[in-house]
């Protein structure tokens, strides 16, 4: 099947139901995206898919087909993903940096869609977990993307 993904085309041959976290990671050597749970709990996974995050642990590949598929590879291409990184360099807000991977994803889903968040709406989309417990910095980080501030 062919994968549309960070803008290119790949040629891959897995099964219908494969996750489309293997075929990133052990397919295309596209590592950046993590696996944490297996669960769609944890949100390492997170991939945007059309612009919406899913969790690549369970998402089939074959779900993606023909649909456009962005990594944390080529973040920085789109410019709120861009400003997004920065803000998280900024507020320093990487520990580990394991989930945070995902969690620049979720950032930029929601900022590509609401440009300027409300308090609630940062609350509802930020939900991956961090074992660092860095949650104050990904708030502080995303209320000053919110806000409009350059980071």
């Avoid at 494969?18 to 950046?32: A, C, E, H, K």
């Avoid at 944390?72 to 993903?81: H, T």
């Amino acid at each position: 099947m062919e994968l549309r993904i960070n803008g290119a085309a790949y040629q891959v041959e897995a099964q219908a139901d494969t996750p489309l976290l293997w075929v990133l990671r052990d397919d295309l050597g596209l590592t950046g995206t993590k696996y944490g749970c297996g669960l769609a709990q944890c949100g390492a996974c997170s991939v945007l898919v059309d612009g919406v995050v899913v969790r690549a642990c369970v998402t089939p590949v074959a779900g993606v087909e023909g649909r456009e598929v962005s990594t944390i590879e080529a973040i920085e291409d789109d410019p709120v993903g861009k400003k997004v990184v920065a803000a998280w360099v900024e507020h320093q807000v990487a520990q580990c940096g394991y989930c945070q991977s995902g969690q620049v994803m979720a950032a930029t889903a929601l900022l590509k869609h609401t440009p300027n968040p409300s308090n609630e709406q940062i609350d509802a989309a930020m939900v991956n977990l961090c074992r660092c417990g860095t949650y104050n910095a990904i708030h502080a980080a995303m209320h000053a993307l919110a806000q409009g501030e350059k980071a």
